[in-house]
Nanobody
């Protein structure tokens, strides 16, 4: 069972930047595409971005395309989400998970997430 620990969230003003990290335990990290998801208060959890196992392919939700960049460091079992030009609507708890690239659906258990709050 892979365990996921997200970090890097915080409070930032509109237009600011944050870099989230997700570190996975377990030997199978490099076998999976990894993704970031987010859940805003009162809303369902939604897909944000995904990256293939090698890092060669990426996929983004339309709402973050051009502002967010996903990357991964397989030797460190870590996936990152660089978030630029943040907007108040990006406020949410952000989670990482293994993801089925074709469907954007999460595959494993959730970690505790990291809170991102963007003030207007």
């Amino acid at each position: 069972q892979v365990q996921l620990v997200e970090s890097g969230g915080g409070l930032v003003q509109t237009g600011g930047s944050l870099r989230l990290s997700c570190t996975a335990s377990g030997r199978t990290f490099t076998s999976y595409a990894m993704g970031w998801f987010r859940q805003a208060p009162g809303k369902e959890r939604e897909f944000v971005a995904a990256i293939g196992w090698s890092g060669a392919s990426t996929d983004y939700a339309d709402s973050v395309k051009g502002r967010f960049t996903i990357s991964r460091d397989n030797p460190k079992n870590t996936v990152y989400l660089q978030m630029n030009s943040l907007k108040p609507e990006d406020t949410a708890v952000y989670y990482c998970n293994a993801v089925a690239a074709a469907t954007r659906l999460p595959l494993g258990s959730w970690g505790q997430g990291t809170q991102v709050t963007v003030s207007s």
